[in-house]
Each structure stands twice: as C-alpha cells, then as structure tokens.
C-alpha cells in the first residue's frame, strides 16, 4: 500500500536519524521485534481500546519485545509517539523502511532467491557472489523453493528481478510460436 509506505516515511526516517547515533543493528532488531507484536491482532485490539490508557499500551509492547534497546529513552518516546498518534499499524512498514535505509547506509540490499531446488552451502555462495557482481552491491540473500520453477531461479532486489528459470524460458518460447 502506498499510502502506508507513504504515511511511514517519515516515522522510519526519524528513527533512522536516531540510530545512527549509536548502534542501527540494535535499533534494527526492536524495530523488527516492535513490528512483529504490532501484527497481532490481539496487541491491536487492546491498544485501540478505550478501555486501555496509552501508557498502558506503550509498556505492553516494551515488554513485549526482548531487545535490550527497549530500555532507551528514545525508543519508550517513539513508541509513545506512534500510540499518541494512533500509528500502531505502521509498524511493520516503518520496519521494512527502516531496514531499506540501513541496507543503502551499508551499500547492501535484500535479494529474494526462489530455486527449483533448496539451495545451500557453497552453492548459495557462489550465486550470491555472482549476484552481487551483477547488481554491484551486497546482497543479504534468503531463499525459498518453487518446484513449479522446473529448473534455475528468479532473483528479487528490490523492485529488479532476474528470472532464469525454466518455466520464464518456456514461457517465452510459448510466447514467440505463437506470435
């Protein structure tokens, strides 16, 4: 959704700015963990309670999250910035956004590797390398199976993709014999 992602921006911008004063790993980790209690249903049915106050809601989901950063000042005012303001939903893109920043601070991104087939060890290596020499950046990969791939894989970077697999070539071909 646009308009979430648009709506986030800024709160992820603001927290970025913060955690480069210290360390981003750690702000990434209870942002991530924030997010992750934002998305369930039952957190946000207590905090859009009237029945709950707002400094209820915000120590909920500071005790909630394990992250030893929880305890920063700047962190209890984010999250009681984002429960005065009824922003509790946004967590998971803000989460998303800020992890964007960080990646582009450290020259890196995510890479989404679907494979026919599992792919690890030394395998997984090399194609990474060969990613990254292509995409000329660091890529953190994660990879899921498809068998329906037949054979080769789709890489996902950002808003790039890189389909080799068999089935894009059968559909290519599909798409030349019949044109």
Excluded at 167 to 172: E, P, S, V, W
């Amino acid at each position: 959704m646009a308009e979430l992602a648009t709506i986030a921006r800024p709160y992820a911008e603001a927290l970025f700015g913060v955690a480069e004063g210290g360390d981003v790993a750690a702000w990434s980790a209870l942002v991530q963990e924030l997010a992750q209690v934002a998305r369930l249903p039952e957190v946000l049915s207590v905090a859009t309670s009237p029945k709950v106050s707002r400094a209820q809601v915000v120590e909920l989901l500071l005790a909630a999250v394990k992250s030893p950063q929880k305890d920063a000042p700047a962190a209890k005012n984010f999250v009681q910035m984002l429960v005065d303001n009824h922003r509790l939903a946004l967590l998971p893109e803000i989460a998303v956004q800020f992890d964007e920043l960080k990646n582009a601070r450290e020259g890196a991104a995510d890479a989404l590797i679907v494979s026919a087939f599992a792919l690890e060890g030394q395998q997984l290596a090399d194609l990474t390398a060969s990613l990254e020499r292509k995409f000329k950046r660091k890529l953190k990969s994660t990879v899921q199976v498809d068998p329906s791939l037949i054979g080769g894989v789709r890489v996902t970077v950002g808003d790039e993709v890189l389909d080799t697999s068999v089935r894009a070539q059968l559909a290519g071909m599909q798409t030349a014999l019949t044109n």
